[in-house]
Every structure is written in structure tokens, then in C-alpha cells.
């Protein structure tokens, strides 16, 4: 361990004074390490409530006995999960199955979109999840996730109104803890845990990775502050997983504010780079790099990992990188990939498919002219291309060829999933595209973009920062010439 930083000991002091803390802590800040400062200077007994189990592995090998590391789920299987462990070790079925076996077995008509019974079903049990993840007590129809097609605010009520009573259904199915036709999954007893209203016992409590925190997860750990001292630790300018049900909790929560801004993991040049990214992401925080570090920022030939930012990008890089003869990688495996070209297949056969992102799509020329011609389409322009290019079959034979990290010339991967993550050297895939042009020009007569979003300035954030010693902005290239640039 390094000697503390003036930010790392004025936290250890701050939590020796008993306050609910925030601590803001930028990409490879320590905050790990900060955390076990906390920890290590006080007998009380503590929990590290951790993001994934391999971050609590990871940490009960660096706090102290006094502190015990595990997931939120963990602790939830613990108090309340167990009863459902027969459950839990259910076979994998398709979405119609489970559908078929609550009583969906017709298709509905909402508007001029015909909803098949597959889709349907598929729906009910992401209405589920969705309640899973939120803090409230009922199902409601907010918990409706949204399909491509039904986008206005009737056609969302009506798909509420069919779904609504399947889900409940659902829900009372999976409160059976010896048997029922929905497969159980961990977020059910979790969700089951929180409605319990629990207790957890210690002196103080560690939520890391706090800005993607799900509302049934905030509401159990701000629930605690009245027995125990609590500290959220994260980086808002983080926060990308809202299009699941997380929510960065930190910025409202009530609690003394403290930052890491010190990046041990790269250089100067390489936080000029970030920082550029938490200007345009109005993030609290701006990093500074570590001297010693040396940090590089163009063009990378043979870059130890490329990061995309959807499953249709990282397709795409596998496929490219595999014909050029390197021996790839993808975090997670290629199971995402075979999904979406599984899909395909099932369009271009002439069959309809569940898969979330092409499930209204009647047809593989349906989806060609959405992804050519609405501009709500064009994330589906490669993967249209791709698919049109290769086929579906190459892309199953290409899922098979790719190998283990371990041997692999360079991993491929979306930014979501390298959260977290380091590499050596790092190239951004070509799949971030630029903010689309306003009907304004400049001096010039050049079209004005429209400002970066909040939602891409973050992912782009959480890209450039895997990098430690050579960074390739690549698809992000085009910030160079963006007018308004973070200060």
C-alpha cells in the first residue's frame, strides 16, 4: 500500500468521526484501497456490501476480519434466499413455456401492432424483473417495459393492461418455495429480502460501486442509517446502468461529501482525456494522472482489448478481428452474439422472434427498412449490414471460434462490460457515433451538432479510462472536432 493520499486520510478521518459518508472516487482512484483504510482503523465490525461476487472475493482478501465482503444478493440468500434453493436449480426454459403454463396462449392486438403470445409472455417476465429492481411494494404499470413499435402513452397502457395480471400471477407463482412454472432467479429473493423491511447487523456498512445501485438495493442500505454509520463509495460519472433499473444514489444522498481524484492507474495525458469526458458528463469530479505513469494517447496497431459500446458493435470487431487472423476474446462469452443471430435466422426464415431488441419486427426486410430509414433505427444499421454481409451461420461459426482470455490476442468487449476492467492498451470500437446534426450552422455554413448526452459522455468515460499505458480513441475520434468541448 502507498502512502495515503491527503483525500485517502482526510476519508479515514471523516469515518472516525462517525459520519455517513460519499465518497466520489474516479476510475483507478484506489477506492478499494481507501476502503480498507477505513476499515482497518477502527475493532468495529463492519459489511462490504460488493457490486459482483468476484469484487467480494477480491475484497475479503483486503479488509479485516472485522469486516464481512459480500453481495447484496449473498447476504439476501443468507436471511431469506435459501427457502428457495430447490427452485433455484431449475431448468432453463423459453419465455412461451413459462408463458403458456400462466394461461398465455393468444396473441393481442394493440393499435395497428398484433402482439404474439411469445411476446407476450417474454414481456410479463421482464415486467417482473423490472419490479425486482425498483423499491416499490406492488407491481404497477411502469414496471411495463416499453416495446419498439408501442411507443405512445395509450399503446403502452393497453400492453400494461394485458400484461399486468400475467405478471401478478407470476409473482404469486414464485412465492411458492417448493415448486411453480416461473424459473426462480436470484433477484426474486432479493426483492422478497427488501419487502421484508430487514435489519442488518453492524456497526457500519460499505455500499461500493453505489452509483448502480437498483432502488431495492438503496432502499435496504439507507434504511440502516438510524443503527449503523453508512458509506456509498462510486463515481457518478459511472452510473450506466439505468436502462436496467439502476440509478446513481449518490448525488442525493444525504451524508458528508469526500472525493478520490488521484488515478493510479495512467498518466497525465490519459486523464486530460477523462476529464474531457466528466466535463461534457457535468460529473462533480476531474481526475488528475500519476507522473510516473506513462501514458499515450493515437492510434494503436494490435490493442490488447477493443471496446464497444452495444453487442452489435462487439459482433462486429469479433468478426473483423477473426478474419484478420487474431485470436479473440469476448468478456462473457459470445452467447449475447448468438442470441442476436439466432434472431436473425429465425426473421430471415420467415418466423417472428422474442428476442427483446427485433421482437416486433415481422420480418428480416421489416427490420432492413427500420434500420435504413428511421432515424429511431440506425443502432440496428450494422447489425442489418452485418447479417446481410456474413449471415447468421457465420456468425454462430464465428461465436465458436472465440477462445479464452488467457490465450487470446485481444479481448473484445462492450464498455458495460469492462466496467471495472484494465487493459495495457485499448482501442474504442467504431460503434459510438457522434451527436446528429441540429438544423443550425456555423460561421462556416457547417451543420451544429447537437450537445453530448449525459447517458454517452458517461460510457465514453468508463471506455477511455480501461486504459493504462496506450489509449485509441477510434470511434471516438470525432470529439476532436465536436464544438463544445468540456472545459
Known sequence: ???????????????????????????????????????????????????????????????????????????????????????????????????????????????????????????????????????DRTLARHHVPPLRGLNTAGAHTELAQQVLPFARKAWNDLQNPEQGVVRFEHDHYLKMWALTEPRIEADFLLLDEAQDTNPVLEEVFTAQRTNAQLVMVGDSAQAIYGWRGARDVMTGFDATPLTLTRSFRFGPLLAEEANRWLGLAEAPIRLTGTEAIATEVGPVQRPDAVLCRTNIGAMTEVMQLLTAGRRVALTRGGSQLASLALAARDLKDGRRTSHPE???????????????????????????????THG????????????????????????????????????????????????????????????????????????????????????????????????
Not at 393499435?111 to 423499491?135: F, I, K, M
Not at 455554413?445 to 471506455?463: H, W
Not at 496506450?470 to 472536432?481: A, E, P, Q, R, V
Request: one cysteine or more.
Open 1 to 135: 500500500m502507498h502512502t495515503p493520499t491527503d483525500e485517502q486520510a482526510h476519508a479515514v478521518d471523516a469515518f472516525r468521526g462517525g459520519h455517513h459518508l460519499v465518497l466520489q472516487a474516479g476510475a483507478g482512484t484506489g477506492k478499494t484501497s481507501t476502503l480498507g483504510l477505513l476499515a482497518a482503523g477502527t475493532p468495529r465490525r463492519g459489511r462490504y456490501l460488493a457490486f459482483n461476487k468476484d469484487i467480494a472475493r477480491d475484497a475479503a482478501a483486503r479488509f479485516p476480519r472485522t469486516v464481512t465482503c459480500k453481495t447484496a444478493h449473498a447476504t439476501a440468500y443468507a436471511a431469506l434466499g435459501h427457502r428457495y434453493t430447490s427452485r433455484l436449480g431449475s431448468p432453463r426454459q423459453p419465455a412461451w413455456k413459462t408463458g403458456q403454463a400462466l394461461g398465455i396462449t393468444r396473441p393481442v392486438r394493440i393499435g395497428n401492432q398484433e402482439v404474439s403470445s411469445r411476446t407476450l409472455s417474454h414481456t410479463v417476465l421482464r415486467t417482473v424483473s423490472r419490479y425486482c429492481h425498483s423499491a
Open 358 to 388: 427485433l421482437v416486433l419486427f415481422p420480418s428480416w426486410g421489416e427490420l432492413q427498412d427500420y434500420a435504413a430509414h428511421d432515424p429511431a433505427g440506425r443502432d440496428l444499421q450494422p447489425f442489418a449490414d452485418l447479417i446481410d
Open 392 to 487: 447468421p451461420d457465420a456468425i454462430l461459426t464465428a461465436v465458436d471460434q472465440l477462445i479464452d482470455e488467457t490465450h487470446a490476442d485481444v479481448t473484445v468487449s462492450t464498455a458495460h462490460t469492462a466496467k471495472g476492467r484494465e487493459w495495457p492498451t485499448v482501442r474504442i470500437g467504431n460503434d459510438f457515433p457522434p451527436p446528429k446534426d441540429t438544423d443550425q450552422h456555423d460561421d462556416q455554413g457547417r451543420p451544429i451538432p447537437e450537445p453530448v448526452s449525459d447517458t454517452d459522455a458517461r460510457l465514453a468515460y468508463v471506455a477511455v479510462t480501461r486504459a493504462r499505458h496506450h489509449l485509441d480513441l477510434g470511434g471516438l475520434s470525432w470529439i476532436n472536432d465536436h464544438p463544445v468541448l468540456a472545459s
